[in-house]
């Protein structure tokens, strides 16, 4: 396990140095489209045009032109699984958000935030749904999500090699075991609902039986018996 304050982020440059109109954010200093920008949505610091998504019925409001009839049973899943644990999805404005950043979830706020700018496809809505639900798993596989502790849920050797590939050319080593298997469960029908519903119920570590460092570390802090 690592301390994971902030999952999910590809590197990218700052750019638009725009002064922030707003009076929340004022709290920004190096502008719109930045790590600091984004930063300051995280902490709910930044709150204009972020709003909380209950249901599809939010996505769906927001971009009247497109269908997501075809993933409103997953998604809504989703949340309330995520509403039972205590973490809060919101949909955000691209400029809280750095280049190529789609989503990201925090784990001390225990909150994430979809960018706005992607989210009217249904199939992109997914993927990223699916990925930072699967931080906020890892989450709950780490003893609780009151923490900034998260745990890898599944064997190393259990992720399929395309998507180990995939995450080593775009995350730092540190970062791949547990990007490699959010990147998996992002782009796999059903397999985050699965384990957010697993971690709602309580019975998370029945479900997915924890690693061997993993279950060093529940037994040690007491969360599960040997």
């Not at 997915?208 to 969360?223: Q, S």
Request: net charge negative; charged share 20%; aromatic share 10%.
């Amino acid at each position: 396990m690592i301390r994971h304050i902030i999952s999910g982020l590809l590197l990218g440059m700052a750019h638009g140095m725009t002064v922030p109109a707003t009076a929340d954010d004022s709290k920004i200093t190096k502008g719109y489209y930045t790590m600091d920008a984004m930063g300051c949505m995280i902490l709910r610091e930044c709150t204009d045009d972020v709003k909380q998504v209950k249901s599809i019925q939010d996505i769906s409001d927001n971009y009247t032109e497109y269908s997501f009839d075809s993933v409103s049973d997953e998604f809504n899943s989703m949340v309330s699984s995520l509403d039972k644990i205590g973490v809060n999805v919101f949909l955000g404005d691209v400029k809280y958000f750095p280049p190529g950043h789609r989503g990201v979830y925090h784990t001390v706020g225990n909150n994430f935030f979809l960018n706005k700018a992607f989210m009217h496809r249904p199939s992109v809505l997914m993927s990223v749904m699916r990925h930072e639900g699967w931080h906020a798993a890892q989450d709950c596989m780490a003893g609780t999500i009151d923490n900034s502790l998260i745990a890898i849920i599944l064997p190393e050797e259990s992720v399929p090699p395309l998507w180990r590939a995939m995450t080593e050319k775009t995350y730092p080593p540190v970062a791949v075991p547990w990007e490699a298997e959010a990147t998996w469960a992002g782009k796999t029908e059903g397999m985050t609902m699965k384990a957010l519903a697993a971690c709602a119920s309580g019975k998370i570590w029945e479900v997915y039986p924890p690693t061997p460092l993993t279950r060093k570390y529940l037994v040690d802090e007491g969360f599960i018996d040997k």
